[in-house]
C-alpha cells in the first residue's frame, strides 16, 4: 500500500484504529541528517504500553485511571526512491492488521458464546476489506471483540486471522459463529470444528435475489413465498431439534 506523504498514511491509520475502538499516535522515526526528510515512521495504538509510575506523586489519592493494555496494533511506513511511502513489516511486504484491546477480551469473555465475522462490513477506499469480529450484549448493544484489516481475502489469510482471533481470547472458541456465504469460510470448520458454523440469511436472501434476479423479476410474490419457506425449514428444523433433545 502507497501513501503520498507521512500526513495520508496518518489519516489512514487513524480511520482504522477508530473502526477497532482505539485512538492512535505518533510512535518513532528516523529521518535524512542533511535534508530532514522523513525516512520512515511507526504508528501506534494510543493503548500501546502502560506508564510508567510517577515517582513523584506517590500519595496522590485519586490517580489517573490506566488507560493503556500493552495494544500491540501498529503500523510502518518506508519511504522509497519515488518520495512516496509504502506500509511495510520487516521483511518489507504489506501485511495484514489484527488489533483488540483489553475491553474487548473482557467483553468476548462475557458475550463471546455467538459471534457474526464479516468482512462486508465496510470496505477502505482501496478496497480492502476490514473483518470485524462482534456480536450484542443484555442490552442489545453491538460489541467488536477484534477488528482486522485485510491486504487480500484468501484461505491462508482466514486461517491466520482465525488462529490470531484464538489466541487473543486466550483460546477460547464461541458456540456459534455467524459468517457469509464465501467458500474461504469453510477453513472456519477446519480451524474451529467444534463450532456450530452458521450463515446470515440476509447474504442467503441477497445472493438468491442476484443469482434468481430474472425470477424475482417475473414473479411478484416469489421474494415473500422465499422468505416465508425459510421460516417453515427453519421451524421444522428446531422442532426436530428439540424434538430429539427430549427423547
Not at 500501546?48 to 501498529?74: L, Q, S, Y
Not at 417453515?232 to 427430549?246: V, W
Amino acid at each position: 500500500m502507497e501513501f503520498d506523504t507521512e500526513a495520508v498514511a496518518k489519516e489512514y491509520y487513524e480511520a482504522y484504529a477508530k473502526v477497532a475502538g482505539l485512538g492512535a499516535r505518533l510512535s518513532k522515526a528516523h529521518t535524512d541528517q542533511n535534508s530532514w526528510m522523513l525516512l520512515d515512521r511507526v504508528f501506534c495504538s494510543s493503548r500501546e504500553r502502560k506508564r510508567h509510575k510517577d515517582k513523584c506523586n506517590v500519595n496522590v489519592k485519586c490517580p489517573r485511571p490506566e488507560t493503556r493494555c500493552e495494544c500491540a496494533g501498529r503500523m510502518k511506513i518506508s519511504c522509497r526512491q519515488n518520495g512516496k511511502y509504502h506500509m511495510v513489516k520487516k521483511d518489507d511486504l504489506i501485511t495484514n492488521i489484527f488489533c483488540d484491546e483489553a475491553k474487548m477480551r473482557t467483553d468476548y469473555a462475557n458475550f463471546g458464546d455467538v459471534v457474526c465475522f464479516d468482512t462486508t462490513y465496510r470496505k477502505h477506499k482501496d478496497g480492502r476489506p476490514i473483518a470485524l469480529f462482534v456480536s450484542i450484549n443484555h442490552h442489545k448493544q453491538t460489541l467488536v471483540f477484534g477488528a482486522a484489516l485485510l491486504h487480500v481475502e484468501t484461505v491462508k489469510t482466514f486461517e491466520w486471522l482465525f488462529d490470531t482471533f484464538a489466541r487473543t481470547v486466550i483460546g477460547k472458541t464461541p458456540c456459534t459463529m455467524l459468517t457469509d456465504q464465501d467458500g474461504r469460510m469453510t477453513t472456519l470448520d477446519s480451524q474451529w470444528p467444534t463450532i456450530n458454523h452458521r450463515l446470515y440469511i440476509w447474504h442467503i436472501y441477497q445472493n438468491a435475489a442476484i443469482l434468481l434476479t430474472v425470477v424475482f423479476a417475473n414473479i411478484s410474490d416469489f421474494a415473500t413465498d422465499l422468505v416465508v419457506a425459510y421460516m417453515i425449514i427453519k421451524a421444522k428444523l428446531i422442532f426436530l431439534r428439540d424434538g430429539m433433545k427430549c427423547s
